[in-house]
């Protein structure tokens, strides 16, 4: 069993910066693929950006290209999303998600709770 909990969501001028972090309990954390992903109201949660178990490899959804970085310290068990230049269209609930083999589509095995990002402009 993985427990996943994010922080660092809030609200944020257009332009500015977060910084999400996502704690993983339990065992095996550099086993498992981690992903970003949010859902905006009456929107499908969707990817945002993906990391491999090494962090070797990182999967960006083509909006967030440039200006989102995702990395990893598995010695930590934790995993961040530097978000930067925020847009009005990046709020959303941001979710963490884990899975052992695929995380850039759901279904995946494992969800933290969500954490709000708002984009004033």
């Known amino acids: 069993q993985v427990q996943l909990v994010e922080s660092g969501g809030g609200l944020v001028q257009a332009g500015g910066s977060l910084a999400l972090s996502c704690v993983a309990s339990g065992r095996s954390f550099s086993m498992y693929k981690m992903g970003w992903f949010r859902q905006a109201p009456g929107k499908e949660r969707s990817i945002v950006a993906a990391?491999?178990?090494?962090?070797?490899?990182?999967y960006y959804v083509d909006s967030v290209k440039g200006r989102f970085t995702i990395s990893r310290d598995n010695a930590k068990n934790t995993v961040y999303l530097q978000m930067n230049s925020l847009k009005s269209e990046d709020a959303a609930v941001y979710y963490c998600?884990?899975?052992?083999?695929?995380?850039?589509?759901?279904?995946?095995?494992?969800w933290g709770q969500g954490t709000q990002v708002t984009v004033s402009s």
């Open positions: 990391i491999s178990s090494t962090g070797d490899n990182t």
């Open positions: 998600a884990a899975d052992r083999i695929r995380v850039v589509v759901t279904p995946v095995d494992y």
